[in-house]
């Protein structure tokens, strides 16, 4: 089992629609979560940064964390096409406390 | 403010061959990781350095070492390089070490081994 699932997707929604990404992690003792961007041969930057239980809201984008369930999402309102990128899950701690990323979900908002 | 900069951004290595990578991070940040980014394995941690010491290292064998010196800056090497090798090579500086997962990532050294 990997240590932060993803789905590879593509996930194609239309323009204006709310994105839903999710990820899933296998150690649970993790106590921060973090998701990233990564626009085609660009680095990776950070969006959205988690740490409790519940919602967690900056513009269009909400993070959720459900720790019971290991489990940590992504909805992004109103998608645009410059939304369009790949989105990567991290979590710290656990264990080793190491930064684990997920492979990433492409996402491709059509205009 | 500048931003994280690492160097070579692109270099060519033969199978055996060994690479040296450089990273400066962001000024004041005192924590660099490197990932490792395939397209199918994704971004694959491989060492975080913090005051000049290695604090957590990834599954990676030992061809595969690392240091930071008094400034922040650090370096990674890889010796008798492998085709598998081929991958981009980030740096991820951040202000301080530890629970945080609030990276700053370099453009990245694509490294090709043939």
């Known amino acids: 089992q990997k240590e932060v699932e993803q789905n590879s997707g593509p996930l194609s929604v239309p323009e204006g629609a709310i994105a839903s990404l999710n990820c899933t992690y296998s150690?649970?003792?993790?106590?921060?979560f973090f998701w990233y961007r990564q626009y085609s041969g660009k680095s990776p930057e950070l969006i959205m940064s988690i740490y409790s239980n519940g919602d967690k809201e900056d513009g269009r984008f909400t993070a959720q964390l459900n720790k019971a369930s290991q489990y940590v999402s992504l909805l992004i309102r109103d998608s645009q096409p410059s939304d369009s990128a790949t989105y990567l899950c991290a979590v710290r701690g656990g264990a080793t406390n190491k930064l684990i990323f997920g492979t990433g979900t492409l996402l491709a908002v059509q205009p | 403010k500048a931003g994280v900069t690492q160097t070579p951004r692109y270099l060519i290595k033969t199978r055996g061959q060994q690479v040296t990578l450089s990273c400066s991070p962001i000024?004041?940040?005192?924590?660099v990781s490197w990932y490792q980014q395939t397209p199918g394995q994704g971004l694959q941690f491989l060492f975080e350095?913090?005051?000049?010491?290695?604090?957590n290292k990834g599954n990676f064998p030992g061809r595969f070492s690392g240091r930071q010196f008094s400034n922040s800056r650090s370096e990674m090497n890889v010796s008798t390089l492998e085709l598998g090798d081929s991958a981009l090579y980030l740096c991820a500086s951040s202000l301080i070490q530890g629970m945080t997962g609030e990276l700053f990532f370099g453009e990245g050294s694509r490294l090709t081994v043939l």
């Open positions: 150690d649970r003792v993790s106590q921060s």
């Open positions: 350095y913090f005051s000049e010491t290695q604090r």
């Open positions: 000024s004041g940040h005192r924590s």
